[in-house]
């Protein structure tokens, strides 16, 4: 066996089933603690995100928690809805839909953690920079001085490797293929743009990301609904083969492994949690730069980040089953390509690759910031101007070459995000809990 089969077998034990309980105990253990809240607050957390309170905005904070909501839905909302959910359904079957929702709903209650964390730490930090997220909470776990720069350095990694050249990468196939472009122009065209986006900042990210998620979001679910609507005979028999299939004992262990993908093309839990982001603590970077004075508050609202992620995978590979499509052999865009083409014929494939170009562009724009952040706790503030240099030529790199074996090196990256961040949370749930139960005493 050669070096690559070998990486792949240890990542398929080491990234299988024990990250897979280790994610799900964490789940468990946060929903337990907060007494469900990601139900009882479901209601709530729409009226405050929908109807926020400018009071609440800190003038001296790089965005209000609203706009670090829209780029924490940014995120959560990349090529692995289209590419990596369709090759969850191709790898675990129908099934593989049932656990988005499942393992989602126990997400929801990490992201509330991660993000309370980011804003409370924040609020409570005597530092001028707006640096937080789990660079900042970390360092009140043991070990944390350690844990807060090993995370900072994967970190910065995970966003060179899984937004500039992934995203990227996502993008040329998807233009080239519709559009028969040069891989060249689109590698050029596109680091010219993340050139852009970086000179101008924060404030740059936060005015893209609120243009960029209300068309990538209301042009996919209006496209899904007329798929679905198309083929409303077969949605209640989609919706028994993908719990029947998902409850059989060969879909549990295939469709568990297979949750939704951010970014992915295989099986694995890693990229299952890159669908949502939650648990990698990227989100709470975001948070961590708002100051906000309201982190119980914000949490909540943040929830439907992940929960709105959530829906945008199910409705894909409900398209996907809908429309009979999902044993066809094909996979990644290809089949969620086929999917729509049942209604919309050879147009479909350009509305699937209009999706994916923005979906790309999205988590590209939001990642500046994460990467950014990052970059900064590692450097010590230092090398900004090369960050930016680096950080282009990654994507003009990233759409012109292969990558595999990046998404491999990204899985160990993500599994050691997982790991360093959930294991901050763990420690630090007593202080979510009490936090939790004054707010609700105050109210």
């Known amino acids: 066996m050669d070096m690559a089969g070998i990486f792949t077998k240890l990542s398929d034990v080491v990234l299988g089933w024990p990250l897979i309980i280790y994610v799900i105990s964490i789940g468990i253990a946060c929903t337990v603690a907060l007494r469900f809240l990601q139900i009882r607050y479901f209601a709530k957390a729409w009226q405050w995100t929908l109807r926020p309170e400018k009071k609440e ?7 209000s928690p609203l706009q670090a909501f829209i780029n924490a839905l940014n995120i959560g909302i990349g090529n692995g809805s289209l590419a990596g959910m369709a090759t969850a359904v191709y790898s675990g079957g129908p099934g593989a839909a049932l656990w988005v929702v499942i393992i989602s709903i126990l997400l929801m209650a990490v992201r509330y953690a991660e993000v309370f964390l980011a804003s409370y730490f924040a609020a409570h930090s005597l530092e001028k920079s707006t640096i937080g997220g789990p660079m900042l909470y970390l360092r009140a ?10 995370y900072a350095l994967l970190c910065a990694l995970f966003g060179f490797a899984m937004a ?3 995203q990227s990468n996502s993008i040329r196939l998807a233009v080239e293929r519709t559009f028969n472009v040069s891989p060249y122009v689109i590698a050029t065209i596109f680091m010219l743009f993340v050139a852009y986006v970086v000179v101008g900042g924060a404030q740059r990210v936060v005015a893209i990301s609120e243009k960029i998620v209300p068309i990538k979001v209301g042009v996919f679910f209006a496209s899904s609904f007329v798929v679905l609507l198309y083929h409303y005979k ?7 083969l993908i719990i029947n299939s998902g409850l059989s004992s060969q879909a549990i262990l295939g469709g568990v492994a297979g949750y939704t993908v951010q970014q992915a093309m295989r099986f694995g839990m890693v990229r299952s949690i890159n669908a949502t982001e939650t648990g990698l603590g990227t989100a709470a970077i975001f948070f961590g730069g708002t100051k906000s004075q309201t982190p119980v508050k914000d949490s909540i609202m943040t929830m439907l980040s992940t929960f709105v992620s959530m829906c945008v995978c199910f409705l894909v590979a409900l398209c996907i089953v809908a429309s009979g499509v ?6 990644s865009t290809a089949l969620t390509s086929s999917a729509f083409e049942t209604v919309f014929g050879n147009f479909g494939q350009w509305i699937v690759a209009f999706l994916s170009i923005t979906f790309g562009i999205g ?10 952040e990052s970059w900064l706790t590692v450097t010590g503030g230092r090398f ?3 960050f930016g240099v680096l950080y282009a030529v990654a994507a003009f790199v990233g759409a012109l070459m292969n990558v595999d074996l990046v998404w491999m090196i990204a899985d160990w990256i993500n599994g050691g995000l997982l790991l360093i961040n959930l294991f901050g949370i763990a420690c630090l749930l007593p202080l979510i809990r009490s936090s939790f139960k004054a707010f609700e005493k105050l109210k």
Request: net charge neutral.
């Open 326 to 331: 999902w044993d066809n052999g094909l996979q």
């Open 57 to 63: 905005v800190n003038a001296a904070a790089d965005m």
């Open 164 to 166: 500039a050249i992934m």
């Open 141 to 150: 776990v043991p070990g944390g001085s350690y844990l807060a720069y090993a």
């Open 234 to 240: 077969n949605i209640i028999p989609a919706l028994k």
């Open 363 to 372: 988590v590209t724009v939001s990642y500046v910031y994460i990467t950014r």
């Open 384 to 386: 900004v101007q090369l």
